[in-house]
């Protein structure tokens, strides 16, 4: 017998439900590698790289901003404990103040920046593990710590057959209403830059998931805030319109968090081999 999403044995390995990706197409932000729940009230954006690829989507939430992103780990699995010492080392190095607490599923590392805190929260799971990284301003960080671990209990994660190094960061997929908003995007930062395209330039990801809209959409579920995504770069000053009332971005350094430190102890090993 499989799991059903709510059932405190979160996050899930899409292999272990009863619920197909289609049923949760309302509920959940179908990424290929992962499926991340929305949250009521929240908007979804698109963090664009300096080459006008689309590199990490977060949910912005009324308390802050959250990322889920999944990690190819070996079969023994345990990455996150292993990884917990190095990212609060790394984390040290870079200027914050780190420490490391003991959350719902195990060790959680808490790096505080002037004007807020990211918390980052693993979780290991069959030849994968999770991580949620929660970004909010000072007074926000336990009410969003509660938001990040029920979004992450409510993560499914799709790890598929293909083979990855360990620590390797698995694909992101974007669903099709999703794609056509970054599109839409990179048409217009290009035009903004003088550089001509076709009117169809593709999304420079590979092909989302061909999951069927669901019949009837949810106001403010998955698709609409899909549909209504905002997509942003690297150095824009403001994630998000200026009337925008969430999660007060300016005052937490985006810190590129999903350039994570993840990648660059992996850059760091594999010059020291």
Same mark, same amino acid.
């Given at each position: 017998?499989?799991?059903?999403?709510?059932?405190?044995?979160?996050?899930?390995?899409?292999?272990?439900?009863?619920?197909?990706?289609?049923?949760?197409?309302?509920?959940?932000?179908?990424?290929?590698?992962?499926?991340?729940?929305?949250?009521?009230?929240?908007?979804?954006?698109?963090?664009?790289?300096?080459?006008?690829?689309?590199?990490?989507?977060?949910?912005?939430?009324?308390?802050?901003?959250?990322?889920? !992103?999944?990690?190819?780990?070996?079969?023994?699995?345990?990455?996150?404990? =292993?990884?917990?010492?190095?990212?609060?080392?790394?984390?040290?190095?870079? %200027?914050?103040?780190?420490?490391?607490? *003991?959350?719902?599923?195990?060790?959680?590392?808490?790096?505080?920046?002037?004007?807020? =805190? !990211?918390?980052?929260? %693993?979780?290991?799971?069959?030849?994968?593990?999770?991580?949620?990284?929660?970004?909010?301003?000072?007074?926000?960080?336990?009410?969003?710590?509660?938001?990040?671990?029920?979004?992450? +209990?409510?993560?499914?994660?799709?790890?598929?057959?293909?083979?990855?190094?360990?620590?390797?960061?698995?694909?992101?997929?974007?669903?099709?209403?999703?794609? =056509?908003?970054?599109?839409? +995007?990179?048409?217009?930062?290009?035009?903004?830059? %003088?550089?001509?395209?076709?009117?169809?330039?593709?999304? *420079?990801?590979?092909?989302?998931?061909?999951?069927?809209?669901?019949?009837?959409?949810?106001? %403010?579920?998955?698709?609409?805030?899909?549909?209504?995504?905002?997509?942003?770069?690297?150095?824009?000053?403001?994630?998000?319109? *200026?009337?925008?009332?969430?999660?007060?971005?300016?005052?937490?350094?985006?810190?590129?968090? =999903?350039?994570?430190?993840?990648?660059?102890?992996?850059?760091?090993?594999?010059?020291?081999?």
């Amino acid at each position: 017998m499989g799991h059903r999403i709510g059932d405190t044995a979160g996050p899930y390995d899409i292999g272990d439900l009863d619920t197909s990706p289609a049923d949760l197409a309302n509920s959940h932000l179908d990424l290929g590698s992962v499926l991340v729940p929305v949250v009521e009230g929240g908007q979804v954006t698109v963090e664009m790289s300096p080459d006008h690829r689309p590199e990490a989507v977060y949910l912005l939430t009324p308390v802050g901003r959250i990322g889920i !992103h999944a990690f190819a780990a070996p079969r023994s699995g345990g990455l996150w404990r =292993e990884v917990v010492r190095e990212l609060a080392d790394s984390l040290r190095a870079e %200027g914050a103040q780190t420490s490391i607490v *003991d959350g719902h599923w195990g060790r959680e590392v808490i790096a505080t920046v002037p004007g807020g =805190e !990211h918390r980052f929260i %693993g979780v290991d799971g069959p030849r994968w593990m999770v991580r949620c990284v929660a970004s909010g301003s000072d007074g926000d960080g336990e009410q969003l710590a509660q938001l990040a671990r029920a979004v992450l +209990a409510e993560t499914v994660v799709r790890r598929g057959d293909e083979p990855f190094p360990p620590r390797d960061l698995l694909p992101i997929e974007l669903p099709p209403v999703l794609a =056509e908003q970054v599109a839409a +995007a990179q048409q217009q930062m290009a035009a903004d830059q %003088g550089i001509e395209v076709p009117p169809s330039m593709p999304v *420079d990801q590979a092909p989302a998931p061909a999951e069927p809209v669901p019949e009837q959409v949810i106001p %403010g579920g998955a698709v609409t805030q899909a549909a209504a995504a905002t997509v942003f770069t690297e150095d824009d000053d403001e994630a998000a319109p *200026d009337d925008e009332p969430v999660a007060e971005e300016e005052a937490v350094p985006p810190a590129r968090s =999903e350039g994570s430190a993840l990648q660059r102890l992996r850059g760091r090993r594999k010059r020291r081999r």
